[in-house]
Nanobody, 116 residues
């Protein structure tokens, strides 16, 4: 399984960005797809996770109401729509796919910078 992100960049406070992740390879056993982020000097944290089958989508409290995750099954793409961005959202954002309990996959990361 390979994950390739795109869509990061520099945006002003209050702006919006859309991150995309194309997932290729054998995705039949994946159980969850989502996004994590890592800010300088901080641990990587979950932003949003969406099950591939039944179940609820999970969002970090800090992004609820501002970020939305969606999946295009035909294009095998995961999208993170981010609105009302704040400087504390500045981080490298990683696409993530979970094949529970066998393993997990990560993208290379895309930088999001929010200027004050």
């Amino acid at each position: 399984v390979q994950l390739v992100e795109s869509g990061g960049g520099l945006v002003q406070t209050g702006g919006s960005l859309r991150l995309s992740c194309i997932i290729s390879g054998d995705t039949s056993s994946l159980t969850h797809m989502g996004w994590y982020r890592q800010a300088p000097g901080k641990q990587r944290e979950l932003v949003a996770s969406k099950p591939t089958d039944l179940g609820s989508t999970i969002y970090a409290d800090s992004v609820k109401g501002r970020f939305a995750i969606s999946r295009d099954r035909v294009k095998n793409t995961i999208v993170l729509q981010m609105t009302n961005l704040q400087p504390e959202d500045t981080a490298v954002y990683y696409c993530h796919a979970l094949d529970y309990p066998r393993g997990e996959y990560w993208g290379q990361g895309t930088q999001v910078t929010v200027s004050a």
